[in-house]
């Protein structure tokens, strides 16, 4: 998440200030207009509380839990008109994978793939079906030569161009979200592909 800056707080405690004392008068105003009667301290207190208080409140708790330590949160990274999360979990903790759909005609559609959206401990990923492809080819190669074909070593060290280790982790748990694509994964093995690259492809794409 963004750090927290003091001016930009002043500004918008100060502007949320501003429209709370607004909003809350207005409200109070409209309400005795129709008859009933307005506590304009009750009422402007609690448009204050709803629109500066409990936001910042949650705003600065999370920037505390940042700051000792504590991973952020996954997060929606996706542009697209359509989308649809798909929980993983996975020994690091838990990941949203989110299929995200092309939001323009018919033609373009056919002419543009699918992307994919990964988000890992607070970075999102978005992956092209072209890149998940070069990656299934990859491994399903190294696979078949006898090698472990989902090496993170071998992706982040070896392979190049080299993958960034969250970038090698979203491709990881995207095709590991399919159930049956991936087998033998467990602690300290990344597992191997069960289909070849072109049936691995088309499974993501039915799944997700």
């Known amino acids: 998440m963004p750090r927290l800056n003091l001016s930009d707080v002043t500004i918008a405690y100060g502007a949320g200030t501003v429209a709370s004392i607004t909003t809350g008068f207005v409200t109070g105003w409209l309400w005795e207009h129709w008859g009933g009667h307005t506590d304009y301290t ?113 992706w982040t060290s070896q392979h190049r161009p080299r993958l960034r280790r969250l970038e090698y982790q979203a491709r990881l748990e995207l095709i590991s979200s399919v159930q049956g694509l991936v087998l033998d994964r467990e602690e300290r093995r990344s597992g191997r592909l069960a289909l070849p690259p072109k049936l691995a492809l088309q499974a993501i794409k039915t799944a997700l």
Not at 42 to 52: H, N, S, Y
Not at 114 to 124: Q, R, W
């Open 42 to 154: 009750t009422t402007i207190g609690l448009t204050w509380l709803a629109v500066v208080g409990i936001p910042s409140c949650l705003v600065a708790a999370d920037t505390i839990k940042e700051k000792l330590g504590q991973r952020p949160g996954n997060y929606v990274a996706s542009s697209r008109a359509l989308s649809r999360v798909i929980p993983v979990n996975h020994a690091q903790g838990s990941t949203n994978v989110f299929m995200s759909l092309i939001g323009w005609s018919d033609d373009q559609k056919r002419d543009m793939a699918d992307s994919y959206t990964v988000s890992i401990a607070g970075s999102a990923f978005t992956l092209t079906e072209v890149e998940i492809e070069d990656f299934l080819a990859g491994a399903w190669r190294r696979q078949r030569a006898g090698h472990p074909g989902l090496s993170r070593q071998y």
